[in-house]
């Protein structure tokens, strides 16, 4: 199934494949002559609500542009207001953050806890009269205190969205995370555990926004009235424009990969909670110098990323790759970016998280011998 190996060291993502059913999908979409919007995408909407046990589902051609959307869409349902607050974490990618800018609203930070996900204490402290939302990431697919926070924005009126781009095949309670909030987007971007090339999905608990959105990700186009309105084939060319929107919708062939690679989920992620176990016990009797990341025992993640908490975080890394093992950092402090820097010092936490976390290899083509090795490689330079 996988390709010749060229010997790279060890990577911290490779995604792995289906070849044969993805490329069964795609010939599919090839042969049928239909590759764009509609087929393999609502074949994979329907997919992904039954696997999700979320009502609504809508295709698109990243988390990004889900992110973007869920903003916009939500802050015209409510009327928010330019410059109202969203609560929000330093530790993430930049796309979180920037969907709250886009949307001319104001990003607010809060710190994060031991599960490196927002502290419900902290999202507390920064609520104000300004403040709508909350945008928690379920950083690694780790849930972290998600529930706190669900009956906290409850409790203040505040919308919940949730960036589930690591969250892919995450359970909390034996249930999809996204239930807990008002929209929810998962990326299918390459080295995502559900990897297609670049696409995601974006979840809305409340049917009418779900078809909003469809309307929005497809430049404003609404393509039912005029279907509705008896003109059937004849009047397709007769469509109506209700919004100023994107080109943020997905295509079948991307589609079908992901309807592939679904297939392959949770057999994945069973692995990936494998070597995070092996990482786990493998640095039990090292807990001074190499800290773990706190998983509440509901929460059944993803294992997106396996993070360890080191001083020398750099050294380390150099270390690391002159053994060609190849970590990374999830994430720098958002607050370092000039865009943020208006919050710079006001979480110490992430600050701190920021200068001391590593991402370990952790992908599918990982043996536990190359788990081992990474292990004893961690554990030598600390007792260098
Ligand atoms: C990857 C990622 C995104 C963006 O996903 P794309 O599908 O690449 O647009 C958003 N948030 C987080 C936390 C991510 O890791």
């Known amino acids: 199934m996988q390709g010749k190996e060229v010997h790279l060291g060890i990577q911290l993502f490779v995604p792995t494949f289906d070849v044969e059913a993805c490329l069964d999908g795609i010939r599919e979409c090839l042969e049928k002559g239909w590759t764009g919007l509609g087929f393999k995408t609502v074949e994979f909407e329907e997919a992904?609500?039954?696997?999700?046990?979320?009502?609504?589902?809508?295709?698109?051609?990243?988390?990004?542009?889900?992110?973007?959307?869920?903003?916009?869409?939500?802050?015209?349902k409510h009327g928010w207001a330019d410059g109202d607050e969203v609560i929000t974490t330093p530790i993430t990618f930049v796309s979180s953050n920037h969907a709250i800018l886009l949307a001319k609203l104001n990003a607010v930070f809060a710190d994060i806890d031991d599960t490196l996900c927002l502290d419900p204490k902290s999202i507390e402290s920064k609520i104000t009269d300004r403040t709508r939302a909350v945008l928690y990431v379920g950083l690694g697919g780790n849930t972290g205190r998600l529930e706190e926070v669900a009956m906290l924005c409850k409790a203040r009126g505040l919308s919940l969205i949730l960036d589930a781009a690591h969250m892919s095949g995450t359970r909390l309670n034996g249930e999809n995370p996204g239930k807990l909030a008002e929209v929810t987007v998962f990326s299918y971007q390459a080295v995502k555990n559900l990897p297609t090339a670049d696409?995601?999905?974006i979840c809305f608990a409340d049917g009418e926004l779900d078809e909003i959105v469809r309307k929005k990700a497809w430049l404003g186009i609404n393509k039912d009235t005029y279907a509705r309105s008896g003109g059937g084939g004849t009047y397709k060319w007769r469509y109506d424009v209700e919004y100023v929107g994107y080109k943020d919708h997905g295509n079948s062939i991307m589609a079908a990969i992901g309807i592939a690679q679904?297939?392959?989920?949770?057999?994945?992620?069973?692995?990936?909670?494998q070597m995070a176990r092996w990482y786990t016990e493998g640095f039990a009797a090292?807990?001074?110098?190499?800290?773990?990341?706190?998983?509440?025992e509901n929460c059944e993640s993803s294992r997106h990323l396996f993070q360890i908490i080191v001083d020398r975080r750099d050294d380390l890394m150099v270390f690391l790759n002159e053994n060609e093992i190849y970590p990374g950092v999830h994430y720098v402090d958002n607050t370092q970016y000039r865009m943020y820097s208006y919050a710079a010092n006001t979480c110490p936490k992430a600050a701190y998280v920021s200068d001391h976390v590593v991402s370990l290899p952790m992908h599918m083509r990982l043996s536990f011998e190359d788990v081992q090795l990474v292990i004893r490689k961690v554990i030598e330079f600390f007792e260098k």
């Open 199 to 201: 696409s995601g999905m």
């Open 48 to 76: 992904w609500k039954k696997y999700t046990g979320l009502p609504h589902a809508h295709f698109l051609n990243s988390a990004t542009v889900g992110l973007n959307l869920a903003f916009e869409t939500l802050k015209e």
């Open 262 to 273: 679904l297939k392959h989920l949770d057999h994945d992620n069973a692995y990936r909670r």
């Open 286 to 296: 090292h807990s001074d110098k190499i800290r773990l990341v706190h998983v509440p």
